[in-house]
């Protein structure tokens, strides 16, 4: 089983910016297809960026052009760079596989976007 533990979400102004971190267990993570979904109050799960092992992305529409993913394999290591934040981006942010591992969800990282 992968563990998968998030961090680096915190308060921000709209327009501000952070830098969440996914760290893993499990070398597989260095071949497999990660992403970082994202949960708000009342909402499902959304997957909003993924990224192949060999480095390909892909975002969703909402985050286009204003997060990065990336992986650092000798880490083990996901990142989502999160750039012109606003209020819809507040949210619970979870990485996983794409798709996910059913026994691999962590806590998660908040991240809340407020003046």
């Known amino acids: 089983q992968v563990q998968l533990v998030e961090s680096g979400g915190g308060l921000v102004q709209p327009g501000g910016s952070l830098r969440l971190s996914c760290a893993a267990s499990?070398?597989?993570?260095?071949?497999?297809?990660m992403g970082w979904y994202r949960q708000a109050p009342g909402q499902q799960r959304e997957l909003v960026a993924r990224i192949t092992g060999g480095g390909s992305t892909t975002y969703a529409d909402s985050v286009k052009g204003r997060f990065t993913i990336s992986r650092d394999n000798t880490k083990k290591t996901v990142y989502l760079q999160m750039n012109s934040l606003n209020s819809e981006d507040t949210a619970v942010y979870y990485c996983?596989?794409?798709?996910?591992?059913?026994?691999?969800w962590g806590q998660g990282t908040q991240v809340t976007v407020s003046s």
């Open positions: 996983n596989a794409v798709p996910p591992w059913a026994t691999s």
């Open positions: 499990g070398s597989i993570v260095s071949i497999n297809t």
